[in-house]
């Protein structure tokens, strides 16, 4: 089960940082990632991470802006977010694989949870 939070209103150019805490006691044998999903928009990949975390990827949207972490003794992935744009404004979804590394297609990701709303004003 993933549960998800951190959402919330900011102002564009604020930061926000979104958390992703993993029941089980295997969380360190998952990929781990971030989808968005804008009001009349399909889901979108947003960031990924390996196991240990030591390799990351990013659309090219948020790079630059946005970093992927995990803390596998806390079964927590993070989304740090600086310089929001309003167009990043969707709800956040964390997703997790059993993989080499998460799908960056939503209809191929194994685990969800639940979204956490990111509004970003301008």
């Known amino acids: 089960q993933l549960q998800a939070s951190g959402g919330g209103l900011v102002q564009a150019g604020g930061s926000l940082r979104l958390s992703c805490v993993a029941s089980?006691?295997?969380?360190?044998?998952?990929?781990m990632g971030w989808f968005r999903q804008a009001p009349g928009k399909e889901r979108e990949f947003v960031a990924r991470?390996?196991?240990?975390?030591?390799?990351?990827y990013y659309t090219d949207s948020v790079k630059g802006r946005f970093t992927i972490s995990r803390d596998n003794t806390k079964n927590t992935v993070y989304l740090q977010m600086n310089s929001l744009k309003p167009e990043d404004t969707a709800d956040y979804y964390c997703?997790?694989?059993?993989?080499?590394?998460?799908?960056?297609?939503?209809?191929?990701?194994?685990?969800w949870g639940q979204g956490t709303l990111v509004t970003v004003s301008s």
């Open positions: 991470i390996s196991w240990g975390g030591g390799t990351t």
């Open positions: 089980g006691r295997t969380f360190s044998t998952y990929v």
């Open positions: 997703a997790a694989g059993v993989g080499l590394a998460l799908p960056t297609t939503a209809r191929n990701v194994d685990y």
